[in-house]
C-alpha cells in the first residue's frame, strides 16, 4: 500500500490523522466509553494530546504489532467526527483487530458502520488478511450491534474476566474469516440488483 492511505465511502473519508485534528480528537477521547478501548489513557487535555500524537503516527501496517488509525471525516462539512484503527496482531495467521470510537454529536446516523466497514474491507483486500475481530464491553450495544450489522459474529462473551474502573467487566469477542466477508459482500450486492 502507498504511504497515504486514503479511502472513500458514500459520506466518508478515512485518511491518517493531521495536526490540526486535536481540537476534534479531544471532544471524544477523554469520554469513558471511548476511553475503555484506548491505549492510550488520557486523564487530562496533556495526555490526550500524547495519545493524538502517537495515533497521527499509526499511517500504514509494515510489522505485526503496527496499528493503522484513521480519522472518520465527514465529506459533506469535512468535520472530524472519530476514528477508526486495525491492529495488525498475527502475521503467520493473517489477523487483525478494529477498534472504532466516534464523537458523541456524531453517533447515530450510520457513520460508525460506513466507516468500519471501509476499513475491514481494507483488511481484507489490501493487508490480506484471513481473521479480523473487535472486543466489545458487554453493555456496548451500539458496537455489538454495528459489528453483528456488518456481518461479525459473537465468537465469545467472558464474564467477569476482569476489573474496569472497580467494576467487573464483561467481554464479547467478534470475529468475521476473509472469505465470510467476500460472501457476504457478494449477498449484499445481488440483494441491491434484485431490488434495483
Ligand atoms: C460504537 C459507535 C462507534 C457506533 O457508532 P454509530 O455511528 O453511532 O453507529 P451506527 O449509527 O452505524 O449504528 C450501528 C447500529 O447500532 C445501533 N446503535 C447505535 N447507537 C446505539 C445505542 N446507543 N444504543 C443502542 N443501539 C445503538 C444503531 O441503531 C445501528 O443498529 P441498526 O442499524 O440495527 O439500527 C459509537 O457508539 C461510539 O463511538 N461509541 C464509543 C466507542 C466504542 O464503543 N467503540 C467500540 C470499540 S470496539
Do not use: C
Amino acid at each position: 500500500m502507498s504511504s497515504e492511505i486514503l479511502i472513500k465511502t458514500d459520506r466518508l473519508i478515512l485518511r491518517p490523522f493531521d495536526k490540526a485534528d486535536l481540537a476534534s480528537v479531544l471532544d471524544y477521547y477523554s469520554l469513558p466509553d471511548v476511553q475503555r478501548y484506548l491505549d492510550w489513557k488520557a486523564r487530562d487535555s496533556g495526555e490526550a494530546s500524547a495519545a493524538f500524537q502517537s495515533m497521527r503516527k499509526q499511517t500504514r501496517l509494515m510489522r505485526p504489532g503496527d496499528i493503522l488509525t484513521l480519522a472518520v471525516v465527514r465529506k459533506a462539512d469535512g468535520m472530524v467526527m472519530g476514528h477508526v484503527s486495525l491492529r495488525w496482531t498475527d502475521a503467520t495467521a493473517g489477523q487483525g483487530e478494529l477498534r472504532f470510537a466516534l464523537g458523541p454529536a456524531f453517533r447515530r446516523k450510520g457513520y460508525g458502520t460506513e466507516a468500519v466497514k471501509a476499513i475491514v474491507n481494507m483488511a481484507f483486500d489490501d493487508y490480506k488478511l484471513h481473521r479480523v475481530f473487535a472486543r466489545s464491553a458487554g453493555k456496548n450495544e451500539a458496537s455489538a450491534r454495528l459489528l453483528r450489522k456488518l456481518g461479525m459474529r459473537l465468537e465469545a462473551h467472558y464474564r467477569e474476566h476482569a476489573l474496569f474502573q472497580g467494576e467487573w467487566d464483561e467481554e464479547l469477542h467478534f470475529a468475521v474469516l476473509d472469505r465470510e466477508w467476500a460472501r457476504g459482500e457478494k449477498v449484499r450486492e445481488l440483494a441491491r440488483h434484485k431490488v434495483a
